[in-house]
């Protein structure tokens, strides 16, 4: 497991989607867990789901339609990702995470200069170990592990191989 973590608008979602991308690519099977700080949409008021959701008040609806399958489960509390994974996502070559940025999981950072003035990995307080890497616009952004720029062309590549060669292992 790794998660991609960031500022909001930082860039997080286009990251992972092409690490994912370039891990798919690679024949791995990826799955990813994303972080929301808000309900997610259960379909269209007054449709069937909705209404499922809304109006039975069921504790789990699973949506079935052509080519893919969705489930929506009410929760008291939230889950950490490694426990959604295990009970989710069994199989998974890679399992990457957006957001849960204080799991205790490896971690990549976008950081961009336009959503904050500095990262959110701090030296004072966070551990550099557990920084895989750091995607960034800052020119001269330096750190106790790999930064890549933006601009750089072969970052993808060797960030997908960082991710793989220090992802968290899940037990079977």
Same mark, same amino acid.
């Given at each position: 497991?790794?998660?991609?973590?960031?500022?909001?608008? =930082?860039?997080?979602?286009?990251?992972?989607? =092409?690490?994912?991308?370039?891990?798919?690519?690679?024949?791995? &099977?990826?799955? +990813?867990?994303?972080?929301?700080?808000?309900?997610?949409?259960?379909?269209? &008021?007054?449709?069937?789901?909705?209404?499922?959701?809304?109006?039975?008040?069921?504790?789990?609806?699973?949506?079935?339609?052509?080519?893919?399958?969705?489930?929506?489960?009410? +929760?008291?509390?939230?889950?950490?990702?490694?426990?959604?994974?295990?009970?989710?996502?069994?199989?998974?070559?890679?399992?990457?995470?957006?957001?849960?940025?204080?799991?205790?999981?490896?971690?990549?950072?976008?950081?961009?200069? =336009?959503?904050?003035?500095?990262?959110?990995?701090?030296?004072?307080?966070?551990?550099?170990?557990?920084?895989? *890497?750091?995607?960034?616009?800052?020119?001269?952004?330096?750190?106790?592990?790999?930064?890549? &720029?933006?601009?750089? +062309? *072969?970052?993808?590549?060797?960030?997908?191989?960082?991710?793989?060669?220090?992802?968290?292992?899940?037990?079977?």
């Amino acid at each position: 497991m790794m998660s991609v973590i960031g500022r909001k608008n =930082a860039g997080k979602t286009t990251l992972l989607v =092409a690490l994912a991308a370039e891990l798919v690519r690679r024949k791995f &099977r990826v799955m +990813t867990i994303k972080h929301g700080t808000h309900p997610a949409d259960t379909d269209q &008021r007054g449709k069937d789901s909705w209404r499922h959701w809304h109006e039975g008040h069921a504790e789990r609806v699973l949506m079935e339609g052509p080519g893919q399958r969705v489930l929506w489960e009410r +929760t008291d509390q939230e889950s950490d990702p490694v426990a959604l994974a295990g009970r989710y996502l069994v199989g998974a070559d890679m399992v990457l995470v957006e957001g849960f940025k204080r799991a205790p999981l490896p971690k990549i950072e976008v950081y961009r200069l =336009a959503v904050g003035p500095e990262p959110l990995f701090d030296p004072a307080v966070h551990n550099p170990g557990d920084w895989v *890497a750091m995607v960034t616009d800052h020119p001269h952004y330096r750190a106790d592990f790999p930064v890549f &720029r933006f601009s750089d +062309t *072969a970052w993808l590549v060797t960030l997908a191989n960082l991710a793989w060669d220090h992802a968290k292992i899940l037990p079977p």
